[in-house]
């Protein structure tokens, strides 16, 4: 290979350094920690699957937006685009013999090949919760309850992010009673879904295209500019089937208000979550101001595992990813510091103090410290500036005169104070005490 090769990083994809890393730890500790206070089990799955699962779920358009190739094997594969599938192979022949609900959690990196722009990559990661053989709402609202805290945990609140919520059972209610045909509620979901971003000229067309009466298409065009509760509520009042269907957001709403998230919840008719793969209650987190795309996205989906050869289960769930999150934390200045630290830095006079140093430099890391060291013979002005640079808080130093002594002087960085202890007592009270925020 010639020394002037170079490869650029491939489009879509990211490298990342220690300071963009330092985000993403926080983001899924943050994760896993919510997730688990819901005591939900973290599993994971290959990043390779059969093609024939995504295709299964999502059609056979679904092969162009994919990493997918045919393997030395002579299989059909892709990299996984998501984990809702991975999830139902898995329960599909696990399930039966487990208790219910399952409740588990997931961070993987997920694939696509489609045009990058601002939040949206052909990789990235996602938090995916799923509450698995449990019908009734209030595992809706649990698992959006999981989704809020995992936002708001992060440091965003009410004035940030908003829930957008809506189910499926109610708008098909509603077309019906609008007067729309069986044969054209797919065709109107589809144009539902994407009001908020055509507008409403350009919806009011597309639900012309449909062949609807003038007369539908205009009842459609008020209830989309004005879906609320309580004007679906008037207009459809004489209307069982709408009224019915209504009763499962109220109690989803109630549960989420009794548990203090209620400030982050706003019903949108337009929410409906694609065709064929939510069966209820859906919903959207996005940033209040309306700049970036969908935060998470989710909701009910009960014949999943049906589908993939498993046990016919109610299911809900959600996937957040990392790259609309992780601009919403930069746009609020939520970014954890990733300056260089360490708890000790290791001095030594000459080099027949090395040996003395290194030894309590791995007795320092075996009580849970993070310590640091010169890897070449310096002087120890030199090793000092140093330990500054690495954002030490304590020097250890030691010479001739300490290593004859059995001792240390430990010097904090910060103060500039310093006192002389024995070697024996630095380490009896470092191994007692660990420096704060790392664990024993």
Known sequence: MSAATSFSRLPGFRDFVPEDLALRSHVFGTWRRVARSYGFGEYDGPPLEPLGLYVEKSGEEIVGQLYAFTDKGGREVALRPEMTPTLARMLAERSRGMPKPIRWFSIPQLFRYERSQRGRLREHFQLNVDIVGESGVAADAEVLAVAVDAVRCLGLGEDDFVARVNDRRLVSAVLTAAGVPAGAHAGCLAVIDKAGRAGPERTRAGLDALGLSPGVVEVLAELIADGSPEHLAERFRDTPRVMDAMRPLQEHRSILEAMGLGG?????????????????????????????????????????????????????????????????????????????????????????????????????????????????????????????????????IIGPDEAAAASATVRDLATGSQETKTLRSLLERETKTPAAGRNP
């Open 264 to 396: 982050f919840l706003h019903f949108d008719l337009t929410v409906v979550r694609g065709l064929a793969y939510y069966t209820g209650i859906v919903f959207e987190l996005f940033d209040r101001a309306g700049e970036l795309r969908a935060i998470c996205g989710g909701g009910r989906y009960d014949r999943l595992l049906e589908l993939v050869g498993g046990e016919r289960l109610s299911a809900v769930g959600f996937g957040m990813g990392d790259v609309v999150l992780g601009e919403l934390l930069r746009d609020r200045g939520l970014v954890p510091g990733s300056a260089p630290s360490c708890d000790y830095y290791v001095v030594w006079v000459g080099p027949d103090q090395r040996a003395a140093g290194l030894e309590i430099g791995s007795r320092l890391r075996a009580a849970g410290h993070s310590v640091m060291y010169s890897l070449r013979p310096q002087g120890v002005g030199k090793q000092l500036k140093a330990a500054n640079r690495a954002g030490a808080r304590r020097a250890v």
